[in-house]
């Protein structure tokens, strides 16, 4: 395993994330979880789940990774950000006391094979890179039985850890905040740059990756911002990376009005002159739902809610029509 932590002075600083978090004795990092306890820092939520719950993979969002199956989804407390407006914050930004593992690795694993179309397992909920010893336990496990294993993550961590978590992750959901650095200082308390690092080093991996943005009007919705954000993922990313624009509702500490639909559908078209795949969520628009072949611009898949109908689709994830490899990773259900 990849050192996680260095003694520094009479500290010891956490190198999982590009926090550097320097830790007394007894302290406990950014995150929450991971604390001093004078020989090592030590995750401090190893086995304690906050979430247990089937998902559809679209739930993650993932729509170009087995589309119409489902993910075993778990999580647990904490993160490395502090975003004030966290859909999540009540296991984010709360740590609870008391912290007892009550479903053991077994449990999971067993759950996740025997359930039907579950195609494997997603750490989500929280920020999972913080979790990174139990993620790697669990995950190593479900690779040796067969099983698919996912990060939805917001990509903040160090870039020797990230090469580990690649190791036993096969997909992932990377949220990318914003494209300006001010954002995520004043409304995460971390930076842009490492970031768009973890995303550049993913997609040369050839590790399944998507991305998403929540779109908080006044903050993240300028539209030569989203230009610069489509472009510079296309031309570090490519082309056919899918991305998600997310709508934004009011919650947690920030009070903003919900993002208007027509800003939603301008960054939609922005988007989509950069790349190939741009879907919109948490809207009950038609747009920006469906797969388009973007060989042909054949229909391939139909979504409504979270209910996936795959079509014009061959086994091997090709348009039947022109023979664009449109999912990498595929299985007809």
């Not at 628009?285 to 014009?312: F, L, W």
């Amino acid at each position: 395993m990849v050192p996680l932590f260095k003694r520094s002075n009479n500290k010891l600083e956490c190198l999982l994330c590009p926090h550097f978090c320097k830790l007394a004795y007894g302290k406990t990092g950014i995150c929450g979880v991971r604390k001093n306890i004078g020989e090592k820092i030590e995750l401090m939520t190893y086995g304690v789940l906050s979430g247990y719950s089937l998902d559809p993979i679209e739930k993650k969002p993932l729509y170009h990774f087995f589309p119409g199956h489902n993910i075993l989804s778990i999580g647990s407390f904490g993160c490395n950000m502090k975003c004030d407006f966290c859909q999540n914050f009540h296991i984010s930004q709360k740590v609870p006391e008391s912290l007892i593992p009550e479903v053991t690795i077994d449990k999971i694993i067993n759950d996740a094979l025997s359930i039907e179309r579950n195609v494997g397992i997603a750490f989500t909920y929280n920020e999972p890179v913080i979790w990174f010893e139990y993620v790697k336990e669990v995950a190593e496990i479900a690779k040796k039985e067969g099983l698919y294993t996912v990060m939805v993550s917001n990509g903040y961590v160090n870039s020797e850890p990230l090469i580990e978590i690649m190791e036993f992750i096969d997909a992932f959901n990377i949220d990318l905040k914003a494209f300006n650095n001010n954002f995520y200082r004043k409304l995460t308390g971390a930076e842009l740059e490492p970031v768009k690092k973890s995303l550049k080093q993913i997609a040369k991996s050839g590790k399944h990756l998507e991305i998403t943005t929540l779109i908080i009007p006044g903050l993240n919705d300028d539209e030569k911002e989203m230009a610069l954000q489509s472009e510079w993922m296309a031309g570090e990313l490519g082309r056919d990376i899918p991305f998600h624009l997310s709508r934004y509702f009011p919650t947690y500490k920030r009070d903003t009005p919900q993002t208007p639909e027509g800003s939603l559908k301008k960054l939609f078209d922005i988007a989509s002159e950069n790349l190939d795949y741009v879907y919109l969520g948490n809207t009950h628009s038609s747009i920006g739902q469906n797969t388009i072949c973007r060989g042909c611009g054949t229909e391939v898949t139909i979504r409504s809610g979270y209910n996936t109908r795959v079509i014009n689709i061959d086994e091997k994830g090709k348009c039947t029509c022109c023979g664009e490899q449109v999912y990498r990773n595929f299985i007809f259900l």
